[in-house]
């Protein structure tokens, strides 16, 4: 068996990428030089947008991109690949071009989050192991982004490790969660390896092994009276949990003159329980004790706790954010767009479906936000070929492509290109931003969005339109025969 260590993630590939490259390569189409379109079809949950995350691990497996001894064995075992095409992997590196919209950025169904230019077999055989990623992420730093919106300005955490699909999944999930908005997670390696903030306090367990609560509760304290935040539902929480919590508090925290300290509830009627916990602390002298809570939240459930008037400063969100439980899959694919001639013009390519939600969009596209100069805020998206320009000193009419009928004139705008360069000729040409300022970057151009685009419940659909010469292109295409 392979040692976990060794693996090698460019076999992280479904295994038609590796017959069509062998199958690329007898044909003498290796080097053809094509364009893949990496999108996605419809937000989960219904949600008026999603957040883009990943590109980070994307940029680490492409400059890592190789095939070992091992590898190549394995495939010569086989016995179905060429010793050409074995020859060619055993020299692979990826040499193409990629563009991509930075890390938290607000996105929205069928428009590229990341485009491939490259020869035939390298752009292929990047397929899946960058849905895997792009298509998790960003998953995961969606959901995040409704709870934190749910949550109105009050903190939450990532607690989801233990019910992550993998190891994996648990140590990005909780970055990509950060991401989205969460103020950190009770996953060590996560701030370990990505400086995802790491805390946590304590389990029943810890309640359970000492005679008695209050001396759980003392001992906590005394080891940690800076941070400690006290678990009070292990036996009954009215009764003896918080009041045992504000006895500690006074014997061991108040003359130490520390006023900083908390309560974690797991489980009960949160609601209840939250605000009588609130009005003992309060009577007892206690009222900067924070209260947090857990057990199986979401944003649903934050939203109607906070509207029943729960005291609760910070929810502690495990299992239906780390899974994205409510809708578990993103949806992302890898389409081709178009390839490139001896010449260097491009021609355009589609893929057409009885399906029409499955129609792509052809050509080597841009990407452009309009942003409103008055207010800031995003006013639509724009698609258009690669050799078009916005030009945001002249009125723009735009349409819904979903409904062609529906148009709007959009005016005193400023344009902005979405897809940024990241790798140039197989070279690194972006500067990886730090997570702290991608973090920063979701939340300001999440803010940008009108409310009426963020809101849980049947969310405005936000435009996002093909120009006219794209348009034309998109419709040709539609109309010729096979």
């Avoid at 990005?172 to 306090?201: E, F």
């Avoid at 409310?451 to 849980?456: H, K, L, T």
């Amino acid at each position: 068996m392979t040692n976990e260590t060794e693996r090698n993630l460019t076999m992280l590939c479904d295994f038609y990428e590796l017959t069509m490259g062998n199958g690329y390569l007898a044909a003498g189409m290796a080097d053809r030089v094509c364009y893949f379109d990496l999108f996605f079809r419809s937000v989960p949950d219904g949600g008026g947008f999603a957040i883009a995350a990943g590109l980070e691990q994307v940029i680490d497996y492409v400059q890592d991109l190789h095939f070992g001894k091992a590898d190549i064995d394995y495939l010569r075992g086989r016995g179905i690949f060429s010793e050409d095409f074995l020859s060619y992997l055993a020299d692979f590196r990826f040499t193409g071009d990629i563009w991509a919209v930075p890390e938290g950025t607000p996105v929205f169904p069928k428009e590229p989050l990341l485009v491939v230019r490259a020869p035939a077999i390298q752009a292929q055989l990047l397929e899946t192991y960058m849905l895997c990623v792009i298509n998790h992420q960003s998953l995961i730093a969606t959901k995040a982004n409704r709870i934190v919106r749910a949550a109105k300005g009050r903190t939450v955490l990532e607690f989801g490790s233990r019910r992550a699909q993998g190891a994996d999944a648990a140590i990005v999930g909780a970055r990509a969660a950060y991401i989205g908005g969460c103020a950190g997670t009770a996953c060590a390696i996560s701030d370990q390896l990505y400086g995802v903030p790491a805390g946590g306090t304590m389990a029943h367990a810890w309640v359970q092994m000492f005679d008695t609560e209050l001396d759980a509760f003392r001992a906590y304290c005394k080891t940690y009276p800076t941070s400690a935040t006290l678990l009070v539902d292990t036996y009954n929480t009215l009764h003896s949990g918080v009041p045992n919590a504000i006895r500690a508090f006074d014997e061991i925290l108040r003359p130490m003159g520390i006023k900083k300290c908390g309560i974690r509830l797991d489980s009960g009627d949160l609601a209840y329980l939250s605000r009588q916990a609130r009005k003992m602390l309060d009577e007892a002298g206690w009222p900067e004790c924070t209260i947090t809570t857990s057990n199986s939240l979401d944003e649903y459930l934050i939203r109607d706790l906070i509207g029943q008037g729960a005291c609760i400063d910070c929810f502690g969100v495990g299992e239906r954010l780390i899974t994205a439980r409510s809708e578990p899959v993103f949806g992302g694919v890898y389409k081709l767009a178009a390839v490139e001639n001896p010449d260097g013009s491009i021609t355009p390519k589609i893929k057409i479906s009885e399906n029409t939600g499955k129609i792509t969009n052809p050509h080597f596209k841009k990407l452009y936000r309009l942003y409103a100069r008055d207010t800031g805020k995003a006013l639509a998206d724009y698609l258009c070929v690669y050799d078009e320009t916005v030009d945001d000193s002249k009125n723009l009419v735009i349409f819904d492509p979903e409904a062609t009928w529906k148009r709007k004139e959009v005016y005193d705008f400023a344009a902005r290109e979405l897809l940024v360069p990241i790798f140039k000729g197989g070279q690194l040409v972006y500067e990886k931003p730090s997570l702290e300022d991608i973090k920063t970057y979701c939340a300001a151009q999440t803010d940008t969005l009108w409310e009426e685009v963020r809101r849980f419940e049947n969310p405005h659909r936000y435009y996002v339109d093909l120009s006219q010469k794209l348009w034309d292109i998109k419709n040709d295409l539609l109309h010729e025969r096979p």
